[in-house]
């Protein structure tokens, strides 16, 4: 069990498996994009499956493949299908734009993936667009109805923006209506790839609760125990939704996750700066036990929150960086 100098276990790795990404989603990207990582700095398949390997010796039973949009890197549904073949590896989660899964969904009902958390920020094209700064609603959403009716769980992702989204709220929230899904609201946080220039009007989750109150009442679910996100079901509804305090970090204390970024960079947590490179250090030809190594170590260092992560920075600029970068 890899266990934190907090007494956390760590169970989940959130791997980012490109930084590649077809939309420009303004709160993640620059409209004209970010620098892309040369393609040889990227971690390869086998770099990343031997990680993977190594971690789930140690307990990362759980897994999310994200990106950048993961669907954009060739290779990518051979990489899962070996992945879900790992008897270490107990649940593997996507999480996806939407725009390149529609044809893969079967497939990915085949191989078990457990559960695909879908980015959609609006119901409404326009404003989809003016959101991404492309014109994919109607892919997008062919690829919702086709996830919400196939094996797989099915989660929404909506950035809450101030004057960009909030009329899509309580649509959003009618799609729990018939259909079994999570609709989840998350706070804005500053890592949208322009230096310094975080939104300064937050939505943070009470304010997004105080809205929802308006017009639904509501009945708490039970969270499970390192959830991030607040869950309710308005009665009479059968799916759910949930918020994510993702920029207010009230969920720390329950922290399990890790990520390693495209190209390797092992990050305890989403605020701090990497802790170190395991591109790097497999490509100087180090043993599974050095990976191993590693890992604990970096483990038995980790920030208490995300504010402490945030403090260690080398710099005081606010984080920044894009999150196709990290992953979310
Ligand atoms: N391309 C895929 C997608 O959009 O679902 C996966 C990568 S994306 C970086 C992962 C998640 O991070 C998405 O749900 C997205 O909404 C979220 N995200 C990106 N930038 C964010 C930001 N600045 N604040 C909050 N969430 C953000
Ligand atoms: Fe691409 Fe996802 Fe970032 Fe949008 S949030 S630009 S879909 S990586």
Redesign the pocket.
């Known amino acids: 069990m890899l266990i934190d100098n907090h007494g956390r276990v760590i169970n989940y790795l959130r791997l980012?498996v490109t930084d590649r990404?077809n939309?420009r989603?303004f709160?993640?990207m620059p409209k004209n994009g970010i620098k892309y990582m040369k393609k040889n700095d990227l971690l390869s398949f086998e770099e990343m499956f031997r990680l993977i390997r190594v971690f789930g010796d140690l307990g990362v039973s759980k897994i999310r493949i994200?990106?950048?949009?993961?669907f954009v890197r060739s290779g990518i549904m051979s990489f899962l299908k070996e992945i879900s073949e790992l008897v270490s590896i107990t649940e593997i989660s996507i999480?996806?734009?939407g725009t390149f899964t529609l044809d893969k969904i079967s497939a990915l009902e085949k191989m078990g993936i457990k559960s695909v958390?879908?980015?959609l920020?609006s119901l409404d094209r326009e404003r989809f667009f003016d959101i991404t700064r492309r014109d994919l609603f109607d892919r997008v959403m062919m690829t919702y109805r086709k996830l919400v009716n196939s094996k797989i769980n099915v989660k929404t992702?909506m950035?809450v923006m101030d004057g960009r989204n909030i009329e899509d709220i309580y649509p959003m929230l009618e799609l729990t209506k018939y259909d079994d899904v999570s609709v989840r609201f998350?706070?804005?946080?500053?890592?949208?790839g322009t230096e310094g220039q975080g939104n300064a009007t937050i939505w943070p989750a009470e304010k997004i609760m105080k809205y929802i109150e308006k017009k639904y009442s509501h009945q708490k679910m039970m969270d499970s125990p390192a959830s991030t996100s607040l869950n309710y079901k308005i009665p009479g509804y059968i799916g759910s939704f949930g918020i994510i305090p993702?920029?207010s970090r009230t969920f720390c204390g329950s922290c399990n996750r890790i990520r390693l970024t495209p190209q390797g960079t092992l990050r305890t947590c989403l605020y701090g700066e990497g802790q170190l490179n395991f591109r790097d250090l497999i490509r100087s030809s180090v043993t599974d036990r050095v990976l191993a190594d590693h890992l604990i170590k970096a483990i038995g260092n980790r920030a208490n929150d995300g504010f402490e992560a945030e403090k260690s920075r080398s710099t005081t600029l606010p984080p920044s960086e894009s999150?196709?970068t990290?992953?979310?």
């Not at 994200?66 to 993961?70: D, L």
């Open positions: 980012a990404c939309l989603c709160y993640c994200t990106g950048g949009e993961p999480t996806t734009n958390n879908l980015s920020d992702n950035v998350i706070e804005e946080m500053p890592f949208n993702a920029y999150m196709a990290i992953g979310g």
